[in-house]
């Protein structure tokens, strides 16, 4: 187990033994929906959600809408949309500076995606993912990356992850990955 999935571990357990009711709401409401998952893994998911806005453990939505529209997200049920950023609850929580996404980066792109991303923008790279980020950005600024549909995608992997990076409180994990 990695150093960040410790942590998710450690931080779902402690907050499911604080908060057993909203664990047990979380199930309900992803049961109702016919989806099936761990008390553990909906705790982890809940902690990793809240530490994404700075909070170590945020009270749910009321809505149960909102609620299973996050959780979904988080069990990488539902892609990236719009939709992400019209839930009402969001506007209760404060946003970190330049977020751009309402979801934590890896519920949208996990360390091998952005690893394989960033080998096709820049073909024998040895650069850490931070400085990738950074590269690329300017590669990109200056148009050395080729404009291409495939190129789209793997830029907006990089993106996602890059805004976490630049801006990282609460959101970068003890790997250096961001949350």
């Not at 761990?38 to 453990?57: G, I, Y």
């Not at 979801?103 to 790279?125: I, K, N, Q, Y």
């Not at 995608?153 to 976490?164: E, G, I, M, P, T």
Request: hydrophobic share 40%.
């Amino acid at each position: 187990m990695d150093l960040a999935e410790a942590e998710r571990l450690d931080g779902g357990l402690r907050m499911m033994a604080e908060y057993p009711q909203h664990v047990a709401r979380f199930i309900r409401v992803l049961s109702k929906a016919g989806v099936s998952t761990t008390e553990t893994e909906v705790a982890k998911l809940w902690w990793e959600f809240s530490m994404w806005w700075a909070a170590e453990w945020l009270y749910p939505p009321r809505s149960d809408k909102e609620l299973l529209h996050i959780l979904l997200r988080g069990l990488r049920r539902l892609p990236r949309s719009e939709r992400d950023w019209d839930l009402k609850c969001l506007h209760d929580y404060d946003v970190p500076l330049g977020n751009c996404s309402a979801f934590p980066v890896r519920w949208d792109v996990t360390p091998d995606e952005f690893d394989l991303a960033v080998s096709r923008l820049l073909p024998c790279h040895q650069l850490d993912r931070r400085k990738a980020c950074t590269f690329i950005a300017q590669r990109h600024f200056v148009s050395r990356i080729e404009q291409c549909p495939e190129n789209k995608s793997d830029l907006a992997k990089v993106c996602l992850v890059a805004s976490a990076y630049f801006y990282p409180v609460g959101r970068v994990g003890p790997d250096g990955y961001p949350r």
